[in-house]
């Protein structure tokens, strides 16, 4: 049983571990390839904008209303859509990614 419980929390420890580089400091979750989703979907009608050019705000308001963005319907399946605002929040220039410390 030793052996059972030492396994699964050394288990444990390395999947959290493996997941700290995914978090932004301010605990915004980027999930692996957001970046990458990021550029192929917003690239694919527009010159994609740097996510420091928003705050988080701008970008919460802009990921909200795909369906008439720039007066087009870039509605996206939930999990595209998710993965490009966290990036876009971790990333934003108030966001835990681009905070400076004063």
């Not at 396994?7 to 400091?25: H, I, K, R, W």
């Not at 527009?46 to 802009?62: A, E, L, V």
């Not at 966001?95 to 400076?100: D, L, V, Y």
Request: aromatic content about 6%; charged content about 20%; some cysteine.
């Amino acid at each position: 049983m030793k052996a059972f419980v030492k396994g699964f929390v050394l288990t444990f420890a390395a999947a959290l571990l493996a997941a700290g580089p995914a978090l932004a400091d301010g605990g915004i979750y980027v999930p692996p390839g957001a970046k990458a989703e990021t550029l192929t979907e917003c690239g694919a009608c527009h010159t994609p904008f740097s996510p420091q050019t928003h705050r988080m705000i701008d970008w919460r308001g802009i990921m909200a209303d795909l369906a008439d963005h720039m007066g087009e319907d870039a509605q996206l399946p939930e999990k595209i859509r998710a993965d490009i605002e966290a990036y876009l929040l971790a990333n934003a220039s108030d966001g835990p990614n681009t905070r400076s410390e004063k």
